[in-house]
Nanobody, 120 residues
Framework: QVQLVESGGGLVQPGGSLRLSCAAS????????MGWYRQDPGKQRELVAT???????NYADSVKGRFTISRDNAKNTGYLQMNSLKPEDTAVYYC??????????????WGQGTQVTVSS
């Protein structure tokens, strides 16, 4: 079993910055993909950014140039640096990981979510 623990959410003014962290622990051989998704009440969960084990990244158009995803493979930890935050970035942010176990099996895990509120 694998656990993902997020941290770093909170309240920030428009134009401000936050850094989210996602620490993975448990039966991990490797993490193929780490990602961040977000969800507003009444809306579908949407992709924010993903990063592969080789460092390739993918971003939603709405966050390109403002958010940066990164990961520390030695620590099984992912990060999302969010700059120039806008009120429309307000949502619950979820960490996601595609984990490979020692037998080569892949499984998707989700964190519990962390609230990000952008408001003056």
């Amino acid at each position: 079993q694998v656990q993902l623990v997020e941290s770093g959410g909170g309240l920030v003014q428009p134009g401000g910055s936050l850094r989210l962290s996602c620490a993975a622990s448990g039966s991990i051989f490797s993490i193929d993909v780490m990602g961040w998704y977000r969800q507003d009440p009444g809306k579908q969960r949407e992709l924010v950014a993903t990063i592969n084990s080789d460092g390739r990244t993918n971003y939603a158009d709405s966050v390109k140039g403002r958010f940066t995803i990164s990961r520390d493979n030695a620590k099984n930890t992912g990060y999302l640096q969010m700059n120039s935050l806008k009120p429309e970035d307000t949502a619950v942010y979820y960490c996601n990981a595609v984990v490979r176990d020692s037998k080569g099996h892949l499984q998707i895990y989700w964190g519990q979510g962390t609230q990000v509120t952008v408001s003056s």
